[in-house]
C-alpha cells in the first residue's frame, strides 16, 4: 500500500487544497485580528515586553503550552515514533522532565526579579554592559537555531501540503510566515503573541485529541493491540516497541543519546523565548500556577503522541513515510488521512486539511515567540543598557525593539530560504543544547552562588555557547555523515551529534572556575536584592502596576 | 529601622516609573535575618534534593535504555513491556513532583514569604 496511498495522498491533497487554503486563511485571519486588537493596547514597554504582565497562570500555562510545542515536536516526535518505534518517544520524556527544572529552580525566582528579559536576572549582580551584552548574543543565538528549524520546517510542511515543489515556491512560504511573524510581534507584542499561542495550543490540543480518538477507536481503545500491530506492521516485531532501533545501534551511538538525553533536560529551563513567558503574569504564584498547566498540557500532549505515532505505524508502511518525508514528518498528517476514511474519501481529505493547519498555526505561534524574545533582548538589553547606557526612554526602546523585530524576521526570511534542505531535529537540538550550555548555568549561579562574579558569568555564557557550537559546526550533524548539511565534505573531529554532554559541564565549571579567579569581589549587597527578591517577590507587584 | 528611611538610589536597570524600594541594607538586613534563613532553608532543603532525586531517576531511564536492552524488553502484559512502563512512570513522576512541590510552595513557601514582602514593602 505504499505508493498508491502516497500518490493519493497527493491527490487528495491537490483535490481539497482550496479547503487547506481556506483553514490557513481563516487561522490567519483570526490571528492578525487578535494581533490588531493587542496592538491597541500595547501603550507602554511592560505592555510590550511582557504583555501587561496581567495574564493568569491557566492563560500563561497555556501560552506556554503554545510556545513549546513546536512543529518539532508535533511532527517529528510523531514522525520519529512511526520510524523507530519505542526510540522516538525518548524524546518526549527529556522535554516534559525538563519543565521540573523550571518549575523547581527557575520560574518563580526569574518573576520575582527580572522585568522583561533573562538578561535582567543574568545581569542583576553583575556590570551591566558586558553581562547584557553577553545575555543578549546567547539569547539571540539561541533563538535564531531554534527559528532556522521552524522555518526549515514550515518550508517543507506547507510546501507539501500544498503541493509546492519549486524552489521559488517554497522561499514564498517561508517569506510570508516570515512576514507574518514581524506583523504579529510589531503590532501586538506580547499580548498579541501570547493569545496567538494559547489560540494554537487549543487546536493543537483538540486536532491531536481528534485523530488519537480516531486512531483508538480503530483498535478497541486497546494499547496492547494497538502497539502488537505496529510491530508487526513495522516488519521490526517486538524490537520495535524496545529502546534501541536509532540510538542502540554502536557505542557511539548510545553515547549521543546520553548527550541529547542531557541537553533535553536541562535546555528548557535556558530557553529566552520560555523563560520571558514567566513575565506575563503578575506573582510568583501565578508563575508557579502556570508551569503547572504547562506541565499537564505538555504531557497529555506527549502521552497522545504515543497513540499517534505508534498508530501511524501500525497504520501506513514505513516506506510510505519515508517516500513522503525521510526524516517522517509528515506521517500525523498521513495518519489523519488514514482515520478519516483514507486516501479519496472527503472524511480523510478534511482530517488531513485540518491537521495540516493545525501543524501550520504550530509554526507561526512559535516562530512569533521566538521573534519575541530575541528583539526584546535585543532592544531591553543590547541598545537599551548597553549602547544608551540605560538612558534611552521607553518610547526609544520600544521603537528599537519593534525595528530589531523586522531585522531579526528579515534575517530568519533569508537564513530559512538559505536552510530549507537542512536537517531540522539537528538544529533544534543545537538550540537546547546551546541553552543548557551558555544560560542555565549563570541563570542558577546568580540565583544561588553567593560567591558568582562578572567574570563568571562572563566564562560560562560565552564558554557554553563557543564550545556548543564549535562542537557542532565539527560534529557529523555539518560535515562527513549521509545525513549531514554539507554532503561530499569531512571537516568533522567530533564524534557526537549532540554536544550536551562536552558543553554542558563546561559551561557550569567555567562559570566556577571564573568566579574562583576572578579579581573582583562578588557585590554582597546585589546579592541580598537579589536573594530577598527572587524569593519574597518584595516590589513585584507594585512595579507591574506603575 | 527607620521609617522615614531617605530615597533609595535608583535602580539603573529599572525604567523611571519604577516605585520605590526598600535600600541595600534593608535587603542585606532581612537576607541575615533568621526569619529569611528559615525561608531559604525550607525552599532549599526541598527542592535542591528532590531535583538531584528527579534528575537521577530520568538518567537511570536513559542508562536503562542504552545498557539493559533485555530487560526493558520484557513483556509485562500483552505488548506492553518494562520500557514503556518505565517510560510512562516518568511521566507521572513528573506529575507527582510537581504536585508535590507545589504544595510544599503553598503551605511552607508562600506564607513565610508574604510575612517579609509585606513587612518590607511596608518599610520602604
New interface residues.
Given amino acids: 500500500m505504499s505508493t498508491p496511498v502516497l500518490l493519493a495522498a497527493g491527490n487528495a491533497t491537490s483535490e481539497h487544497r482550496p479547503l487547506i487554503i481556506a483553514l490557513f486563511g481563516a487561522f490567519v485571519v483570526a490571528t492578525l485580528v487578535i494581533t490588531v486588537w493587542a496592538g491597541r493596547q500595547t501603550r507602554s514597554a511592560a505592555d510590550f515586553y511582557a504583555g501587561g504582565g496581567q495574564f493568569t497562570g491557566f492563560q500563561n500555562g497555556l501560552a506556554i503550552s503554545g510556545d513549546y510545542m513546536s512543529a518539532a515536536s508535533f511532527l517529528g516526535i510523531s514522525g520519529a515514533i512511526a520510524l523507530y518505534g519505542y526510540d522516538g518517544f525518548l524524546y518526549s520524556i527529556g522535554f516534559l522532565v525538563a519543565w521540573l527544572v523550571a518549575l523547581l529552580l527557575v520560574a518563580e525566582p526569574l518573576r520575582n526579579s527580572g522585568r522583561f528579559t533573562m538578561g535582567d536576572v543574568l545581569a542583576y549582580r553583575m556590570r551591566q554592559r558586558p553581562v547584557r551584552t553577553a545575555a543578549g548574543t546567547s539569547t539571540i543565538v539561541v533563538s535564531i537555531f531554534y527559528l532556522l528549524a521552524q522555518m526549515a520546517g514550515a518550508g517543507v510542511l506547507v510546501s507539501l501540503l500544498l503541493g509546492i515543489t519549486s524552489d521559488g515556491g517554497k522561499v514564498a512560504i517561508v517569506a510570508l510566515v516570515g512576514v507574518l511573524m514581524i506583523v504579529y510581534v510589531t503590532i501586538g507584542g506580547m499580548k498579541g503573541t501570547t493569545w496567538v499561542q494559547m489560540v494554537k495550543a487549543v487546536l493543537l490540543i483538540a486536532g491531536t485529541l481528534l485523530i488519537t480518538f480516531l486512531i483508538l477507536l480503530k483498535f478497541d481503545f486497546n494499547l496492547s493491540q494497538l502497539l502488537g500491530a505496529a510491530a508487526t506492521n513495522s516488519g521490526k516485531g517486538d524490537a520495535f516497541l524496545e529502546p534501541g532501533l536509532k540510538y542502540g545501534v554502536s557505542a557511539l551511538s548510545k553515547l549521543d543519546f546520553i548527550s541529547l538525553g542531557i541537553a533535553l533536560v536541562l535546555g528548557t529551563a535556558g530557553l529566552p523565548h520560555i523563560l520571558i513567558r514567566f513575565y506575563t503574569v503578575p506573582t510568583a504564584k501565578a508563575a508557579r500556577k502556570s508551569v503547572n498547566w504547562a506541565i499537564g498540557i505538555i504531557g497529555a500532549f506527549y502521552l497522545m503522541t504515543i497513540v499517534l505515532g505508534f498508530g501511524a505505524a501500525a497504520l501506513l508502511s514505513g516506506d510510505t513515510i519515508k517516500a513522503s518525508n525521510k526524516a517522517g514528518n509528515t506521517a500525523a498528517p498521513l495518519t489523519a488521512l488514514e482515520v478519516g476514511g483514507g486516501a479519496g474519501s472527503t472524511g480523510g481529505a478534511i482530517l488531513l486539511a485540518v491537521i495540516s493547519a493545525v501543524a501550520f498555526a504550530t509554526i507561526l505561534a512559535v516562530v512569533a515567540g521566538l521573534t519575541l524574545a530575541s528583539s526584546s533582548s535585543f532592544a531591553h538589553d543590547i541598545y537599551a543598557n548597553v549602547i544608551k547606557r540605560g538612558k534611552a526612554t521607553e518610547k526609544e526602546e520600544m521603537r528599537a525593539a519593534r525595528w530589531s523585530t523586522v531585522l531579526i524576521g528579515i534575517v530568519s526570511i533569508a537564513l530559512g530560504a538559505l536552510a530549507r534542505d537542512l536537517n531540522v531535529a539537528g538544529l533544534v537540538a543545537l538550540a537546547f543544547a546551546v541553552a543548557a550550555s551558555a544560560n542555565l548555568p549563570t541563570i542558577l549561579y546568580s540565583l544561588f552562588w553567593k560567591r558568582f562574579t562578572t567574570q563568571g558569568a562572563l566564562w560560562s555564557i560565552y564558554g557554553g555557547l563557543i564550545s556548543s557550537v564549535v562542537l557542532v559546526l565539527f560534529s557529523p550533524v555539518v560535515s562527513g555523515a549521509p545525513t549531514s548539511m554539507f554532503k561530499g565534505v569531512d571537516f568533522h573531529w567530533f564524534p557526537l551529534e549532540n554536544p550536551g554532554l562536552v558543553s554542558i559541564p563546561l559551561g557550569f565549571l567555567l562559570g566556577w572556575l571564573g568566579s574562583l579567579f576572578s579579581k573582583e569581589e562578588p557585590d554582597a549587597g546585589k546579592y541580598a536584592e537579589l536573594e530577598v527578591k527572587s524569593l519574597t517577590g518584595v516590589g513585584v507587584a507594585a512595579a507591574v502596576k506603575h | 529601622m527607620a521609617t522615614e528611611a531617605p530615597p533609595p538610589p535608583r535602580n539603573?536597570?529599572?525604567?523611571?516609573?519604577?516605585?520605590v524600594?526598600?535600600t541595600?541594607?534593608q535587603?542585606?538586613e532581612?537576607?541575615?535575618g533568621e526569619e529569611?534563613g528559615e525561608?531559604?532553608r525550607t525552599?532549599?532543603s526541598f527542592?535542591f534534593p528532590?531535583?538531584l532525586a528527579?534528575?537521577a531517576w530520568?538518567?537511570l531511564?536513559?542508562?536503562l535504555?542504552?545498557?539493559a536492552?533485555g530487560f526493558?524488553?520484557t513483556k509485562v502484559?500483552?505488548?506492553?513491556?518494562v520500557?514503556?512502563v518505565l517510560?510512562?512512570g516518568?511521566?507521572a513522576t513528573?506529575?507527582l513532583?510537581?504536585?508535590l512541590?507545589?504544595r510544599h510552595?503553598a503551605n511552607r513557601?508562600?506564607p513565610k514569604?508574604?510575612v517579609?514582602?509585606e513587612r518590607?514593602?511596608g518599610e520602604?
Wanted: net charge negative.
Fill in positions: 539603573g536597570t529599572e525604567a523611571p516609573s519604577a516605585p524600594s526598600p541595600t541594607e535587603f542585606v532581612v537576607q541575615e529569611f525561608l531559604r525552599y532549599r527542592a528532590l531535583t528527579f534528575i530520568y538518567l531511564y536513559v542508562l535504555s542504552n545498557y536492552g526493558m524488553g502484559f500483552g505488548n506492553i513491556n520500557a514503556l517510560g510512562l516518568q511521566f513528573t506529575f513532583i510537581a504536585w512541590y507545589s510552595a513557601l508562600d514569604a508574604e517579609i514582602r518590607m514593602e520602604a
